[in-house]
T-cell receptor
Framework: AQTVTQSQPEMSVQEAETVTLSCTYDTSESDYYLFWYKQPPSRQMILVIRQEAYKQQNATENRFSVNFQKAAKSFSLKISDSQLGDAAMYFC???????????????FGQGTELSVKP | EAGVVQSPRYKIIEKKQPVAFWCNPI?????LYWYRQNLGQGPELLIRYENEEAVDDSQLPKDRFSAERLKGVDSTLKIQPAELGDSAVYLCASSPSRDRMFYEQYFGPGTRLTVT
């Protein structure tokens, strides 16, 4: 079974600075997707960025980028120029690329609470 | 485009009482998911529907939980009877047909259930 681990329950960053959130995962599959979701106090999960395991190039979305290390099974999120609106719970998630009955299920880590100081 | 709609947003009930949550997915999305999120944890899948068919309900506690998606659109998740340990946020998500190579899951705002 696949597992996702986020070892940082809380992180803090100064506004305009850069912060990196860590995520490791365990799987025996070779093809899968990885995601970072943001969950503000409103509870609505918002997709921040995704990475396809078969792509070597790290995904980037504006101020958000990932460092995907497939061999190490590591998938960290870097937030540059942090803004007050970035404060939220961040979840790392894994999804198998298999198109079977288990496919589509997101497996989430425990989350990292990010606070942004003005 | 309207997002995933869930109701109610909050529900407080006494243990042993029944409760139901409703979800209306994004129009045209064939796949619907129910997740449970315990306090301080990531969401865990309870059940996944492809149209009307429940294709993955392996994590659904079937002794007290039930779900339906009769017309392949909106869905109801029910707990009867509720236990104290059922207190959590229940999230609904939807995505386009699984025939696509990649399908993003769009989440609703969730229902926070408190069982006293």
């Amino acid at each position: 079974a696949q597992t996702v681990t986020q070892s940082q329950p809380e992180m803090s960053v100064q506004e305009a600075e850069t912060v990196t959130l860590s995520c490791t995962y365990d799987t025996s599959e070779s093809d899968y997707y990885l995601f970072w979701y943001k969950q503000p106090p409103s509870r609505q999960m918002i997709l921040v960025i995704r990475q396809e395991a078969y792509k070597q190039q790290n995904a980037t979305e504006n101020r958000f980028s990932v460092n995907f290390q497939k061999a190490a099974k590591s998938f960290s999120l870097k937030i540059s120029d942090s803004q007050l609106g970035d404060a939220a719970m961040y979840f790392c998630a894994y999804r198998s690329a298999l198109n079977d009955n288990q496919g589509g299920k997101l497996i989430f880590g425990q989350g990292t609470e990010l606070s942004v100081k003005p | 485009e309207a997002g995933v709609v869930q109701s109610p947003r909050y529900k407080i009930i006494e243990k042993k009482q029944p409760v139901a949550f409703w979800c209306n997915p994004i129009s045209g999305h064939n796949t619907l998911y129910w997740y449970r999120q315990n306090l301080g944890q990531g969401p865990e899948l309870l059940i996944r529907y492809e149209n009307e068919e429940a294709v993955d309900d392996s994590q659904l506690p079937k002794d007290r939980f039930s779900a339906e998606r009769l017309k392949g659109v909106d869905s109801t998740l029910k707990i009867q009877p509720a236990e104290l340990g059922d207190s959590a946020v229940y999230l609904c998500a939807s995505s386009p047909s699984r025939d696509r190579m990649f399908y993003e899951q769009y989440f609703g705002p969730g229902t926070r259930l408190t069982v006293t």
